[in-house]
């Protein structure tokens, strides 16, 4: 059971899926604590195409700096009350500033800045603060800021926006599924820094919750979880044909759209 959790710590469905979980509405003392619900965070986009801004894209090449000309965030949270904007990124562990991850990194910090709104089409007015958030280990959450610190920095060197930057750390124990906040996501999520329980976990269950996003083909996951997702996908589509099938009338044709 260790290795399992373990492993979930660094499968990015399970980080993103308990992303997810920590923005819905949920009834006092249930098993999941909504932390970011709590705070007023919802779900603005999940894996949305932001393209970095034309002009933006001009200074980076005469920069000479590796970035991509568009990434996708897994997801997008919005706290509607002081238009502030997460772009949440899932990883399973760090990486160094001279990797492919690098790449993508310097780009998401690019637009975790003024640039953010016209990467999602909004005017300016319409986002008063955003940050970019890894969700990895929290034993990873070190070294990766170490790396964003350093890529902030080279891009300021060459007079582009680098945005803000935190960690949200994920540990599984006995009991609890827990996050972890650093000082910059502790201010920007009106959280207390430190590690939060967000849900019980019974010693010989299984920690995975219900997944809101089962499967995704472009996320890299060890064997055994990649199979595990792909059969909780096939178990829905499953289940909806059956439920569509039932409700059909007899004598008609039944077209499913997966």
């Not at 990015?12 to 308990?18: S, V």
């Not at 690019?110 to 990895?136: H, K, T, V, W």
């Not at 502790?186 to 849900?199: D, E, N, R, T």
Request: hydrophobic letters at 40%; glycine letters at 4%; charged letters at 20%.
């Amino acid at each position: 059971m260790n290795h399992i959790r373990t492993e979930l710590l660094r499968d990015p469905l399970f980080q993103l899926n308990i992303i997810l979980w920590l923005t819905q509405p949920m009834p006092p003392q249930g098993s999941i604590t909504p932390l970011l619900h709590q705070k007023g965070f919802s779900v603005y986009a999940i894996a949305p195409t932001l393209s970095v801004p034309p002009g933006i894209a001009l200074a980076v090449q005469r920069s000479s700096l590796q970035t991509q000309q568009r990434v996708r965030p897994d997801v997008v949270l919005k706290r509607e009350t002081d238009l502030k904007f997460a772009l949440v990124e899932c990883k399973a562990s760090s990486f160094g500033v001279a990797t492919e991850q690098a790449i993508q990194a310097r780009t998401f910090l690019l637009l975790a800045d003024e640039p953010l709104a016209e990467a999602l089409g909004l005017s300016p007015e319409q986002i008063q603060a955003s940050i970019l958030a890894y969700a990895l280990p929290a034993r990873e959450s070190a070294r990766l800021e170490a790396t964003l610190s350093r890529l902030s920095n080279e891009l300021r060197r060459h007079h582009l926006p680098a945005g803000d930057s935190t960690m949200i750390g994920l540990d599984i124990d006995s009991w609890d599924v827990h996050v972890v906040f650093d000082w910059s996501g502790s201010q920007f999520f009106s959280i207390a820094p430190g590690s939060h329980p967000v849900m019980r976990v019974q010693p010989g269950d299984d920690p995975r919750p219900l997944y809101f996003i089962p499967y995704d083909p472009d996320v890299h996951q060890s064997p055994e979880e990649n199979l595990f997702c792909k059969r909780i996908l096939f178990e829905r589509i499953h289940s909806a044909v059956l439920a569509a099938v039932g409700r059909a009338s007899l004598q008609t044709n039944l077209t499913l759209n997966i």
